[in-house]
């Protein structure tokens, strides 16, 4: 279950209905899968091989057809980063990096943790979401955000695209924005 962190208060934000509110209100999409679903072995694995992934990909075949159906989405594909990953450290570093892109990012954790730094409102400013497997979630296109991993630096995803360069990244100048 997602939990919010609102930055300029140190505000949490927990419980299903709480952050479903809240996410609702700032335009994020917010959904669940049932991630029980997934093969034992599949399960918080985070060195799935090609044919491990593409079953992973065939147990949520209905939600993905689902979310596709309803907001466009044409290509999709699994994204596995844990300490397994050549170079972590740097593809974080090159991570934290506010941006936005034309396109609304997409992702299914179903395994790991992650989470989302999103602009708000004005008055609300930048908030987090912790991921955990099952959360889906969507930050709406041209809303400046990043995306990093939590302590354990542990992830599955599945991600949805509309078109492959609806995803490239463009940097987002914010002096509003405090690191830490
Ligand atoms: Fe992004």
Same mark, same amino acid.
Do not use: C
């Given at each position: 279950?997602?939990? *919010?962190?609102i930055?300029?208060t140190?505000?949490? /934000?927990?419980?299903?209905?709480?952050?479903?509110?809240?996410?609702?209100?700032?335009?994020?999409?917010? %959904?669940?899968?049932?991630?029980?679903?997934?093969?034992?072995?599949?399960?918080?694995?985070?060195?799935?091989?090609?044919?491990?992934?593409?079953?992973?990909?065939?147990?949520?075949?209905?939600?993905?057809?689902?979310?596709?159906?309803?907001?466009?989405?044409? /290509?999709?594909? /699994?994204?596995?980063? #844990?300490?397994?990953?050549?170079?972590?450290?740097?593809?974080?570093?090159?991570? %934290?990096?506010?941006?936005?892109?034309?396109?609304?990012?997409?992702?299914? *954790?179903?395994?790991?943790?992650?989470?989302? *730094?999103?602009?708000?409102?004005?008055?609300?400013?930048?908030?987090?979401?912790?991921?955990?497997?099952?959360?889906v /979630? #969507?930050?709406?296109?041209?809303?400046?955000?990043?995306?990093?991993?939590? %302590?354990?630096q542990?992830?599955?995803?599945?991600?949805?695209?509309?078109?492959?360069?609806?995803? *490239?990244? %463009?940097?987002?100048?914010?002096?509003?924005?405090?690191?830490?």
């Open positions: 279950m997602a939990e *919010i962190v930055r300029n140190n505000e949490r /934000i927990t419980g299903e209905e709480a952050v479903q509110e809240f996410l609702a209100k700032q335009e994020v999409l917010y %959904e669940k899968w049932d991630v029980t679903k997934l093969p034992e072995e599949l399960r918080e694995n985070f060195t799935l091989n090609d044919e491990q992934k593409a079953q992973v990909l065939s147990t949520f075949d209905s939600e993905i057809k689902d979310l596709a159906a309803r907001r466009g989405y044409k /290509i999709w594909d /699994i994204i596995t980063l #844990s300490e397994a990953t050549p170079n972590l450290e740097e593809l974080l570093a090159k991570f %934290e990096d506010v941006h936005t892109h034309t396109e609304d990012e997409i992702r299914a *954790i179903v395994g790991g943790k992650g989470i989302f *730094i999103i602009k708000g409102s004005d008055d609300l400013g930048y908030f987090n979401v912790e991921l955990s497997p099952g959360d /979630i #969507s930050v709406p296109e041209n809303t400046p955000h990043f995306f990093t991993l939590m %302590e354990n542990q992830i599955v995803a599945v991600r949805l695209f509309i078109e492959e360069n609806g995803w *490239i990244a %463009e940097h987002y100048d914010d002096p509003s924005f405090v690191k830490a």
